[in-house]
């Protein structure tokens, strides 16, 4: 149970796995779905950036819209028409790294300072 055609998890999986795993996450219309908040356009085309490079560097390819304080991820698995293991890996390392906050950490980086002129990300805590 779990799983269908060629590695295709099934709604019921996906919206279990998102509830525990990437719990931010959404299943939509066919779509896992992360909307991150920023601070303007500068942050948003950051964010577009990230997950375009580590979308590339895993070899599989959201679709994104933006605006100008906001950026929607989508993931779909468009050889297999479904939601895969592929997407929850790739969601897993978007959120790992656009909500990374060293400042948080204790160490020597000391993340986005408070101060509004260099606001990034809108972290969801």
Do not use: C
């Not at 149970?1 to 931010?24: C, S, W, Y």
């Not at 896992?32 to 500068?42: D, E, N």
């Not at 000391?110 to 809108?122: H, L, M």
Request: aromatic fraction near 10%.
């Amino acid at each position: 149970m779990g799983e269908r055609r060629e590695g295709v998890l099934d709604d019921e999986a996906i919206v279990e796995r998102l509830r525990t795993e990437l719990p931010r996450w959404r299943y939509e219309d066919g779509w896992i779905r992360r909307t991150y908040k920023t601070a303007g356009w500068k942050s948003t085309l950051m964010v577009i950036n990230t997950v375009g490079h580590l979308a590339e560097a895993a070899w599989h390819h959201p679709d994104l819209t933006a605006s100008y304080a906001w950026v929607e991820v989508r993931l779909m698995n468009h050889a297999a028409k479904g939601i895969t293991e592929k997407d929850f890996a790739l969601a897993r390392k978007i959120e790992e790294v656009i909500d990374w906050q060293p400042g948080t950490e204790g160490g020597p980086l000391e993340g986005t300072p408070t101060d509004p002129r260099f606001a990034y990300i809108k972290h969801d805590r």
